[in-house]
């Protein structure tokens, strides 16, 4: 997969992708992230990428040319088409689900704002979907854009060492994770549940999969809410339920 960014700070969004998985994948030719600077394809000689906004107020917007250059040059750079992603808050909010159909693409070309934002005519013609990281305001979309490529770099075949990790990701089946252990058994800060020494491979995946279910139901119970739990399930969950309120009595 290829991964090409629009941004102020290609150095950033560089360096970001440079380590751990995504870096890994990038090496194992998985990924390909590539970084472009509409400064770079800017006509003047300040090599004005801002203006003041018509109709007055503070901050400034990013002007159409350098980006409409930019994007020219990023969609001739390889042969695949590329899907064009505007990353704001105002943006449809990013989810797992949607972040494994990205990861499915050949190709996506992510653009970051800065300043108040982009000319929305630019948005209008350039760009296929307007994605947020979630409802706050960042000063720009490449921490945005970091996050969409390790999220979606990590998912590519290859990537994870493991391959089992990306399924037993919280949100992979739309619940929260199961809690994890490793050694000492015994610490001064509690013992390894006993069920996990077991050995028995069925009672472990039925604790576990109970656990997540707990646990999306006490943190994100809106996540339960969204979605039709099997009977087993839900007596899972009910057990659990017992289980917890027992223990806070
Ligand atoms: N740019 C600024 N804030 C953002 C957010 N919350 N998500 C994506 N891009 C942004």
């Known amino acids: 997969m290829r991964i090409d960014v629009v941004t102020l700070f290609p150095d950033f969004v560089r360096q970001c992708a440079a380590v751990g998985v995504v870096g890994r994948a990038q090496q194992r030719k998985l990924l390909q992230v590539e970084a472009w600077n509409p400064r770079d394809y800017t006509a003047d000689r300040h090599r004005t990428v801002d203006s003041s906004s018509y109709g007055g107020g503070p901050g400034m917007v990013m002007l159409i040319e350098p980006l409409r250059k930019t994007l020219e040059v990023v969609r001739d750079a390889a042969p695949d088409p590329a899907h064009v ?5 105002q943006g449809a909010r990013l989810t797992q689900g949607r972040v494994e159909a990205l990861a499915k693409l050949p190709r996506i070309a992510l653009l970051c704002g800065r300043y108040e934002g982009v000319d929305e005519r630019l948005l209008a013609h350039e760009v ?39 399924e037993q990701d919280s949100f992979s089946d739309g619940l929260l994770d199961c809690p994890h252990y ?30 997540s279910l707990g646990r999306t139901w006490l943190r994100r119970p809106e996540l339960l809410a969204q979605r039709a739990l099997d009977a087993e399930s839900r007596a899972l969950l009910d057990e659990f339920r017992r289980e917890y309120v027992t223990a806070r009595n």
Do not use: C, F, M, T
Request: aromatic content about 4%.
């Open 182 to 211: 490793a050694k000492p058994v015994h610490d001064a800060l509690g013992s390894v549940p006993e069920v996990l020494l077991s050995g028995d491979h069925a009672a472990i995946a039925r604790w576990r999969h109970k656990q």
């Open 128 to 166: 296929d979907e307007e994605l947020s990281i979630g409802d706050y305001v960042l000063s720009g979309g490449e921490l945005a854009a970091a996050v969409i490529i390790d999220a979606v770099g990590r998912l590519q075949d290859g990537a994870l060492n493991d391959a089992q990790s990306a």
């Open 85 to 89: 992603i505007y990353l704001s808050p």
